[in-house]
């Protein structure tokens, strides 16, 4: 029996959650769910981000799926970083969330008639980088002011990144792994990531390797994304990449995400990448397929191969009628997913 954690959030979240987890009922997998208020709706109600002893209880679960979170645009009742710091890079940061595992498949219908060969993963380091909180403000709001904002690389988090993503280009037909990274200008932590990919590399003589500085990758996902097998990159660059990856593969409702703790130290989240989109909200237009596929990704990491594959399978032939509603999707695919068990 496998404990999830449920994080509906904010706008179309909980939608897009709730069909995730009926697709995830229709494989028979046995899941027990909690339920946790949290984003941006809890803050302004409560001035609460993420008690500690909510985090406490999170770490008893085997995993935690996520919606979305965050406030509607334009809103002045979240300040910045309110979130993005005391939630979601708090959780990732807390539970070691090392590895943001982002798979990109071209949908049925393709997109456009352009990109129909899009099938690559994306694996962004997930706790250091620019995102680790190294700087400050001098003389703030003076004339005079300062900002600085340090990127962090260890060896240890840039290894166990590489590592992984070796490891998972092995695994795949084409075994093929590209270093995206800004070498020339950014000559400190760029050598060290291209030196340990460099080491690792010795390691894997079956794994074939490329390095792209990230303003080429970005143009070769658009003009030649079938050059692409597995993608390891740093936190900020990764978290770029990714979003542009998503549109050039179906749409950002088609994009899912995991944040991985492969040690197992603690569980591992998993979420869609689109936002909350508020403008959306009981409209029955957001698009649950990138949740669904996020819920696939953990049913995989939990080790339930068979139902995760049956969910890969039916995604992988499932192009919605237009103007299908959040919930009729949702659905259809769990319907064709139990017919498949």
């Not at 003589?205 to 079938?226: F, K």
Request: contains cysteine; charged residues 20%.
């Amino acid at each position: 029996m496998h404990k999830t954690a449920l994080i509906g959030g904010d706008g179309i979240g909980p939608e897009v959650v709730d069909e995730a987890m009926r697709v995830v009922a229709a494989t028979k997998v046995p899941f027990t769910t909690s339920s946790y208020d949290l984003g941006a709706a809890r803050y302004i109600r409560d001035k609460v981000v993420l008690p500690e002893e909510t985090l406490a209880e999170l770490r008893g679960f085997d995993a935690i799926m996520l919606g979305a979170i965050g406030p509607a645009i334009g809103s002045k009742e979240v300040p910045p970083g309110i979130l993005e710091r005391g939630l979601l890079l708090k959780l990732r940061f807390e539970l070691d969330l090392y590895i943001n595992h982002r798979p990109f498949i071209t949908p049925p219908g393709g997109n456009g008639g352009r990109f129909e060969d899009v099938d690559f993963i994306v694996i962004r380091e997930n706790t250091e980088g620019t995102y680790a909180g190294e700087g400050g403000l001098l003389r703030r709001g003076t004339a005079h002011e300062i900002a600085t904002q340090g990127s962090v690389n260890t060896r240890f988090g840039v290894e166990r990144a590489v590592r992984y993503a070796f490891e998972l280009a092995k695994s795949r037909p084409r075994k093929h792994l590209t270093l995206v990274h800004k070498t020339n200008v950014l000559t400190f932590s760029g050598d060290l990531w291209q030196r340990t990919f460099d080491e690792v590399a010795s390691e894997y003589p079956d794994v074939a390797t490329a390095y792209n500085h990230v303003d080429a990758a970005c143009i070769y996902m658009v003009d030649s994304p079938s050059r692409y097998d597995v993608v390891v990159t740093d936190n900020l660059f990764g978290d770029i990449i990714t979003d542009l990856a998503g549109a050039i593969s179906g749409g950002i409702g088609h994009a899912a995400s995991a944040n991985l703790n492969p040690a197992r130290t603690g569980p591992s989240l998993f979420e869609p990448v689109h936002g909350a989109a508020h403008d959306i909200v009981g409209t029955g237009k957001a698009n649950p397929i990138a949740a669904i596929r996020s819920a696939a990704l953990m049913l995989e990491f939990l080790g339930e191969a068979k139902a995760a594959k049956a969910i890969f399978e039916v995604l992988g032939n499932y192009n919605p009628v237009p103007n299908m509603t959040t919930s009729e999707i949702g659905k259809e695919i769990a319907e064709r997913v139990a017919n498949a068990n």
